[in-house]
């Protein structure tokens, strides 16, 4: 590894020593059921978001250091959490349908993975692909399991199922008909946060489709009792800076790809690169703020800057009009261990290339 602070560098031998070889072990499981899934395109569409997206969980489950003794139980969460995700991300973005309810009844199954007494539903009655051999509601029972030991769970019940709403909003808005999407999102955008809002509506979008805030809530559960009052400072914490700084950073590495999928990007919307940089920069500078006041603040302000290192350690992001000078600035703001995080990502991705 490169770089020397300690805490930085005791986090990062936990990650790579005890949170990823758990990680990778709970993905063999997922990737082995997923690929009895009977259906063709369900099989398909499971198996190539773990392939393409298995970063997602091995970033989430960082948060597993906070459960204390039980971070195990809080990476199988997680990782079946992210999984479901990913899945039906694909399933949606690369569908065979453009029907909103057929997506809005698919996201049902990450609302029931929350509430343990709910009715398991028919997740996919509303499209022409059904046999998956139970394996969507086996990863939302996986997710039960966790949330049913929680002693707090009444505590922060309406804190999930909000970041949680949000997150299914925004999965069927922005996966509709083309000329749908924007209309959908900009309409959303005002009926949950108003035009008085300092977030622009893609910037709303952007930390409603994170799920970190879930992570850190369930994580944070598992180790300790988490209060009412507490868990408000939570959600505080992670919405919308954290989350928005998190799928900002995302779509920016992605820009090019999305181009070529003719997928939705947030960041295109922004007016000029200079416009962007500002804009993440203040996402930067709030997050860092907010994490302040949370507990065990010193690790929400590595995951700040953690994000930024990593995401502009990826090799798409050299590559991208502006790159550099991007990458600059961002570091400069993120200021802390973000330098750390971002040498150690590019020698990875060095390490792996050589592989």
């Known amino acids: 590894m490169l770089g020397l602070p300690k805490t930085s560098l005791r986090l990062m031998v936990n990650v790579y020593c005890k949170v990823f070889p758990a990680v990778r072990d709970e993905l063999d499981y997922w990737k082995r059921r997923a690929a009895q899934i009977p259906d063709q395109e369900l099989r398909t569409q499971a198996l190539a978001s773990m392939e393409a ?5 091995q970033g989430g489950s960082v948060y597993a250091l906070l459960a204390g003794n039980k971070w ?3 990476i199988r969460f997680i990782v079946a959490y992210q999984t ?35 009715d398991m539903k028919d997740y996919y009655r509303l499209r022409d692909e059904h046999t998956d051999d139970a394996y969507l509601t086996d990863l939302v029972q996986t997710c039960r399991k966790t949330i049913r030991t929680l002693d707090n769970y009444d505590e922060i019940r309406d804190y999930l199922l909000h970041l949680n709403q949000l997150y299914c909003d925004l999965q069927v808005h922005k996966h509709v008909r083309l000329d749908e999407r924007i209309p959908r ?8 946060m108003g035009d008085q809002a300092k977030l622009s509506w893609f910037e ?6 994170s799920t970190l805030g879930i992570f850190y809530l369930v994580s944070y559960s598992l180790g300790k009792r988490v209060p ?3 868990a408000e400072r939570i959600w505080c914490g992670y919405f919308p800076y954290m989350q928005g700084l998190h799928i900002l950073m995302d779509y920016y590495i992605d820009q090019q790809e999305d181009i070529e999928e003719a997928d939705l990007n947030f960041c295109s919307f922004y007016d000029d690169q200079a416009h962007l940089k500002r804009r993440i920069s203040f996402f930067i500078e709030q997050a860092n703020k907010h994490a302040r006041h949370l507990p ?22 050299n590559k991208l009009s502006g790159g550099k000078g991007m990458a600059k600035q961002l570091l400069r703001v993120s200021g802390g261990s973000t330098w750390f995080f971002h040498l150690n990502t590019k020698f ?8």
Request: net charge neutral; with cysteine.
């Open 84 to 118: 479901i995700s990913d899945y039906l991300d694909n399933l949606c973005d690369r569908s065979t349908s453009l029907n909103p309810d057929d997506f809005r009844l698919l996201h049902q199954s990450m609302v029931d993975a929350l509430i343990p007494d709910n």
């Open 228 to 230: 009412a009052q507490l």
């Open 53 to 57: 997206k298995r970063f997602h969980c």
């Open 296 to 317: 065990d603040h010193r690790f929400h302000e590595m995951v700040q800057q953690g994000l930024v290192g990593l995401y502009l350690g990826d090799p798409k992001a």
């Open 204 to 209: 709303f979008s952007a930390a409603a489709g």
């Open 185 to 192: 999102l900009q309409k959303w955008y005002l009926e949950k």
């Open 72 to 74: 195990k139980e809080a």
């Open 348 to 355: 990875y991705y060095r390490l792996k290339k050589r592989d």
